[in-house]
Antibody, heavy 117, light 111 residues
Framework: EVQLVESGGGLVQPGGSLRLSCAAS????????MSWVRQAPGKGLEWVSV???????YYADSVKGRFTISRDNSKNTLYLQMNSLRAEDTAVYYC???????????WGQGTLVTVSS | QSALTQPRSVSGSPGQSVTISCTGT?????????VSWYQQHPGKAPKLMIY???KRPSGVPDRFSGSKSGNTASLTISGLQAEDEADYYC???????????FGTGTKVTVL
């Protein structure tokens, strides 16, 4: 069964850092496009970042220079390192496999990140 | 890059059809045939319902269909059922700089 399980969310102060993990099963992370998508409380979905199978990475302007996407092939796990966190980064963060590069399927259950003092 | 525009809410009775629009620009919806639609029940993760404008993944009922005309994509739910009550989001590829843009989301209510 293809499955994604996120972890690492929590409460962090403004300016702080957090690393999210997304453990995959049923497929190989390094052979797929993998993305992070977030959803602020009561709001819509916002694409955050993608890592292509070849290793290229891309970011939304809202997180560029602060967030870093990476993967550990030996652990079949995707990561999102988040630095210089702001209140507006508060959201549920989902990881998702990018099928054919243009669709997200499946999604993990999400992990909540709260940035507050 | 602005979010794609969707109606805030649509509603219909069981068995009826509803259509959700998703309006973008020639840089996203109008420029590529890479529109996808996601269903999200409260507290749950999004689920892929339509991809590449009109293709249905395995397991998605054929009551769900997608189309596109110019800069506007649409999701139609025919034969509305109680379990279709959820939020729906469109998403479009937007080129090699912006990459992906989501819609504002539409709440579907089954009366």
């Amino acid at each position: 069964e293809v499955q994604l399980v996120e972890s690492g969310g929590g409460l962090v102060q403004p300016g702080g850092s957090l690393r999210l993990s997304c453990a995959a099963s049923g497929f190989t992370v390094s052979s797929n496009y993998m993305s992070w998508v977030r959803q602020a409380p009561g709001k819509g979905l916002e694409w955050v970042s993608v890592i292509y199978s070849g290793g290229s990475t891309y970011y939304a302007d809202s997180v560029k220079g602060r967030f870093t996407i990476s993967r550990d092939n030996s652990k079949n796990t995707l990561y999102l390192q988040m630095n210089s966190l702001r209140a507006e980064d508060t959201a549920v963060y989902y990881c998702a496999r990018g099928l054919g590069a243009f669709r997200f399927d499946p999604w993990g259950q999400g992990t909540l990140v709260t940035v507050s003092s | 890059q602005s979010a794609l525009t969707q109606p805030r809410s649509v509603s219909g009775s069981p068995g009826q059809s509803v259509t959700i629009s998703c309006t973008g620009t020639s840089s996203d919806v109008g420029g590529y045939n890479y529109v996808s639609w996601y269903q999200q029940h409260p507290g749950k993760a999004p689920k892929l319902m339509i991809y590449d404008v009109s293709k249905r993944p395995s397991g998605v009922p054929d009551r769900f269909s997608g189309s596109k005309s110019g800069n506007t994509a649409s999701l139609t739910i025919s034969g509305l059922q109680a379990e279709d009550e959820a939020d729906y989001y469109c998403c479009s590829y937007a080129g090699s700089y912006t990459l992906y843009v989501f819609g504002t989301g539409t709440k579907v209510t089954v009366l």
